[in-house]
């Protein structure tokens, strides 16, 4: 087949065109296209994965169902971004203010925090006192495992 060079350099131009033109409208869903399941999934936890070693899947599922249960429980009274107080105190650093006692006193408290101030839990009391002696609605169904996965993603939010 007879070819026209002016005609086959206009449409290489052409091709050249769509495709930086194809690369452009790529560009803002780059980070969509080719991040991994994982990065997305620290992406949603908020947390940061550009430091430090990788984060376990397991430590990444604990993270995700922590915050699921935070925002369906806690958000309403517990600031999102665990530093500033609103109904209740912020929660960053909260398994440290606990650590005088066993880590399960903290689950009861996230459970029932009325009953372990009736027990007369000394640091339950002090908390209460602390913050006007409002109260925390209790959430009797939570399991330890969801109390450890609320406290995991609290500590996960930078
Ligand atoms: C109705 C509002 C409310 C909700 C909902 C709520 N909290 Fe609280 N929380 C408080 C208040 C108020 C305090 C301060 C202590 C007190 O007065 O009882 C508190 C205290 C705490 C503390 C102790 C903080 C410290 O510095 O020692 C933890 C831990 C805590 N809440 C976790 C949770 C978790 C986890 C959830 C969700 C499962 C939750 N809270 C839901 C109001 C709430």
Request: glycine share 4%; hydrophobic share 40%; net charge positive.
């Amino acid at each position: 087949m007879k070819t026209y060079p002016f005609l086959r350099i206009v449409i290489r131009l052409y091709w050249l065109a769509l495709i930086i033109l194809i690369g452009l409208m790529a560009y803002p869903i780059k980070d969509i296209l080719w991040s991994t399941e994982n990065a997305n999934i620290v992406n949603i936890a908020n947390v940061s994965t550009s430091e430090g070693p990788p984060i376990a899947p397991e430590l990444i599922a604990e993270i995700k169902l922590g915050k699921t249960l935070f925002k369906a429980n806690c958000g309403t009274c517990h600031n999102r971004n665990m530093k500033s107080n609103m109904t209740g105190p912020a929660l960053a650093g909260v398994k440290e203010r606990w650590s005088d006692y066993p880590i399960t006193d903290l689950y009861s408290w996230i459970r029932n925090s009325a009953a372990l101030i009736k027990s007369g839990h000394p640091k339950a009391i002090e908390v209460y006192n602390e913050y006007n002696k409002a109260s925390m609605t209790s959430f009797n169904s939570l399991t330890d495992e969801d109390a450890a996965a609320i406290l995991t993603y609290v500590e996960s939010v930078k």
